[in-house]
């Protein structure tokens, strides 16, 4: 309900007002009246009401004098005047002050209709409009983070674009980051990011990037001061104030805690790249340049460290091509299965990358990429290419790109490398067929043990790794379902034979929970172990 107080000096002209009427028709109720423009001033006060129908000549304040006071204090209070005399002047004042609208007495009731009903209107109106206001405001307080962060972002990537309007953005952001105090950036990498993400839900992933935040901010707050936020998936900027030399010198402290507790409260390993002092925000990119660079140099250096452009050699770096002679010579030992000549060209290649800064990362993935693909080529001619190779290679590709360091990516090349010797070593002296055979020989005798992958591996001397690989290829299925199908061929035999219970014949053939063992059984068969025996007696 919307509040309505009436001023007039007339007793009769109240009354009429007040009860004849239909105020609630328009949501309005009376809440107090009274003569004059003082004790009127009084009672809106303490009343605080949305709309004030007063008289226009009243004995000690008129109305005009009270409306005045009113659109000081109450802006929002809507007037409207009612008055017995047709005075020019008060059309005037009233129009000064803003009033809503101007009766004649007597009151035509529906004269005053139209009024009231565009009062509320407009109450209406103003109404929706403070609650979109009030909306709005609480969307932005909670937005506010998103807010920081995005202009954080922007800073680190294009410094001061309106150094006329920076400093109110970084007030209404509630920021503290004076245009010229001098700055440093810190880029806070995960390592083995792809591998991080792979092994948490959407859920945890954001929820492990609010932890980072949280640490790297509150560790920067107590060391130096400054901001923390994240840049893109797996990286996290730190922009530090450094007001005086002292808060420089903790900076590698700050960097070490900043590695400790990561790896302490989130098992994270981290990689930390520092930037160079900067004079002021505008250079801020400068130094998130900087520091960039030298997080980079984790490809080269090794993960789980804290590099600054001081660290960096001072060279001027070599440029290396894989030659033609270097591509016999793989070819050469590939062929030839000689892991010893392969190792020793995977090491001479690797290692001119390693100076080769430049270009390093670019070059050294493609590189990668021809040697994957000339030993698939290879298997290809020499006919030992598999059914189902395609999607190893496919993956093995798609790992090039994920790993971090010339290191991971020299092992991830190797090991494909010697595997495909491996290959070949195996077709020349048919030990490929004899590892099978050998390999089901052992689950045709152990079946009914708890016989593992890895046991037969050992048996046979080779990684369990390479023997699933193996497997699958020679025979297209794996290890663990061809144990599977001689377990129920086994059952099955055991279940024609009344004598035996079922759970006797789930522990007979490997399985020490029956009703998992009925489940496979059925997967397999498409009958349940009782079902089956029905069947067959």
Known sequence: MYKLVIIDDEPTVRFGLSNYFDWQAYGIEVIGDADDGDVGLELIEREKPDLVLTDVRMPNMDGIQMSNKLSERFPHIKIVFVSGHDDAEYLKSALQVKAVDYLFKPVNL????VVIQRVVDTLRTEKQERKLIEDMQVKLIQSMPLLREKFLMSLIREGVQHPGRIQDRIQFLGLKLPLETAYLAIVIRIDNAAEVAQTRSERDQQLLSYSVINIVQELIEREIGGYAFENQIGEFVGILRIVDEDQESLLFTLAEEVRQSLYSYLKISVTIGVGERVSKLASVPQSYSQAKEAADQRWFLGKNQIISMDNLEQREDSIYRFDASQNER????????????????????????????????AYGRNLSLQLLLLASRILLELQVHKQGAEN??????????????????????????????????????GKAKNVIERTRALIDKRFADNLQVGDIAAEVFLSTTYLCLLFKQETGETINEYMTKVRVDKAKELLQDPGNKFYEVCYAVGYSDPSYFSKIFKKYTGFTPSSFRDQVM
């Open 110 to 113: 529906s004269e005053l209709a």
């Open 330 to 361: 793989m070819i050469s030992a590939l062929k030839a299965a000689d892991i010893a000549k392969v190792r020793e060209e995977l090491h001479a290649i690797f290692l001119a990358l390693s100076h080769s800064r430049a270009d390093g990362i």
């Open 392 to 429: 190893v290679e496919n993956e093995l590709l798609t790992k090039v790109f994920q790993q971090e360091t010339l290191d991971d990516l020299r092992h991830l090349v190797e090991y494909r490398l010697l595997e495909v010797c491996g290959r070949i070593g195996e077709k020349r002296s």
